[in-house]
């Protein structure tokens, strides 16, 4: 079946620096895409969202891509905190129901 | 709003025992989700309601388990009976609008541990 997945399992940064999260779909009928934060001992936390029709979408500190041509999705972090460190998930939404499909997550670890 | 509320926050069982999680949703939120998480399979959708009404059941994994929404403000998932592979962490979430419009609200989970 068709899922959401997550190249790497884990990303480590030096505090302040720049992070990007990547993540591939293969539904192609995905149109709604989110990535959600989960803090150990949290349930996840919603960052912020795009739709098919933008390829870019800039919240504070934070910007997603959206390739619809090769299907991927990255969240890219600016000067990033150790506040930061946690687990990342992207997920998916075709429109159809109200079913978000995550992916496995990936975390990120910030060195001080 | 205190958030989504979700009872208990930790549960060790053993096998054959009936479990019961309870989560109340944000007020004035129309949608209630369950998920479950575990390190080999991720989030993994079970149900979700829309005004109490069960919309989604095709990620309940068998007969044993079970979701009720007799309100508003309150929800259930029951698993009866219990097993070792039911060891996981339970979400529920609430949304004003479903999962095509706008963000989950999740709670901090039920952590299920089945002897």
């Known amino acids: 079946g068709e899922s959401v997945g997550l190249h790497l399992p884990t990303l480590s940064v030096q505090e302040g620096d720049n992070s990007i999260i990547n993540c591939a779909y293969s539904?192609?009928?995905?149109?709604?895409f989110i990535w959600y934060k989960q803090e150990s001992g949290k349930g996840p936390q919603f960052i912020i969202d795009?739709?098919?029709?933008?390829d870019k979408r800039q919240g504070q500190r934070v910007t997603v891509l959206l390739n619809k041509t090769v299907k991927h999705l990255s969240l890219q972090i600016a000067a990033t905190q150790p506040g930061d460190s946690a687990v990342y998930f992207c997920a998916e939404n075709t429109g159809a129901n109200s079913k978000l499909t995550f992916g496995k997550g990936i975390t990120l670890s910030v060195r001080p | 709003d205190a958030g989504v509320i979700q009872s208990p926050r930790h549960e060790v069982t053993e096998m054959g025992q009936e479990v019961t999680l309870r989560c109340k949703p944000i007020s004035g939120h129309d949608y209630l989700f369950w998920y479950r998480q575990t390190m080999m399979r991720g989030l993994e959708l079970l149900i979700y309601?829309?005004?109490?009404?069960?919309?989604?059941d095709s990620g309940m994994p068998e007969d044993r388990f079970s979701a009720k929404m007799p309100n508003a403000s309150f929800s259930t998932l029951k698993i009866q009976p219990s097993e070792p592979r039911d060891s996981a962490v339970y979400f529920c979430?609430?949304?004003?609008?479903?999962?095509?419009?706008?963000?989950?609200?999740f709670g901090e989970g039920s952590r299920l541990t089945v002897l």
């Open positions: 539904n192609s009928a995905s149109d709604y």
């Open positions: 979430a609430s949304s004003f609008r479903g999962g095509d419009t706008g963000e989950l609200f």
């Open positions: 795009i739709r098919s029709n933008m």
């Open positions: 309601f829309n005004n109490n009404v069960p919309i989604d």
